[in-house]
């Protein structure tokens, strides 16, 4: 975990795969206590320590977390969120070349929760959402390919779901139709950046999270997407 920006009202993380943010069945320690202890103890804070959960990552992907340390940020951020005032930049590695170089694709979601799953129709269907993305290819090595995902919709694991969907299913995500899994049990699906105006400041928040250190491929890749992309 690496502690991106903060101030008196809001932290930003950059989450490490495998962390969950929130307290779930497994008993794990969540990311969101694991914040606390630390704040409690660098800042010598005799009482509890104040935190609210604004948006989670599922647990196998990595980047940036926010998180409100005020009752008047977190209630502020949640109204944003919820109204799409939020703009959110991921990170997609894939074994197979997309159909388009870039697209914006729409599918029509439904969550099953037995199986913890998502799945995607072209069609709308009873109980979907509309799914919508933008992508595009930013990056590529001899095997993989780097995209660059920008969420219009939020739904649960829409990223994952709707690349599958596409024939390019995120690298070692095995509930998604990928052949292997990672060898730390991550998917290469990373929070990128994050745009909003502060709840409280207004000023504007613009932050980047750097990609998995100690992923070769994830390295390469950036510093591939760093430069000028040809696909030819």
């Known amino acids: 975990m690496e502690i991106l920006y903060e101030d008196n009202h809001i932290i930003i993380v950059n989450k490490s795969a495998g962390e969950i943010v929130q307290g779930d069945k497994t008993g794990d320690e969540p990311l969101v206590e694991t914040l606390k202890k630390l704040i409690k103890v660098r800042d010598n804070k005799p009482g509890d320590v104040f935190l609210g959960v604004v948006h ?109 969907t596409i024939g390019c299913p995120v690298k070692g995500d095995l509930k998604y139709g990928d052949k292997r899994s990672n060898n730390d049990g991550s998917i290469s699906l990373h929070a990128r950046r994050i745009q909003f105006v502060h709840p409280v400041s207004q000023k504007q928040i613009d932050i980047v999270a750097s990609t998995p250190l100690n992923d070769n491929l994830w390295r390469a890749l950036e510093s591939a997407a760093s430069k000028p992309f040809s696909n030819e």
């Open 56 to 164: 989670r990552l599922d647990r196998p992907v990595s980047g940036v977390v926010v998180f409100a340390k005020t009752s008047k940020a977190l209630t502020r951020l949640n109204k944003m969120f919820a109204e799409g005032n939020v703009h959110k930049t991921y990170w997609a590695i894939t074994r197979n070349m997309p159909p388009k170089t870039a697209d914006t694709i729409t599918h029509y979601i439904s969550s099953v929760e037995r199986n913890n799953k998502s799945y995607a129709s072209a069609t709308p269907k009873a109980g979907a959402k509309e799914a919508r993305l933008a992508y595009r290819l930013i990056a590529s090595s001899d095997r993989y390919f780097l995209l660059e995902v920008n969420l219009m919709t939020g739904r649960k694991h829409q990223i994952r779901v709707q690349l599958s």
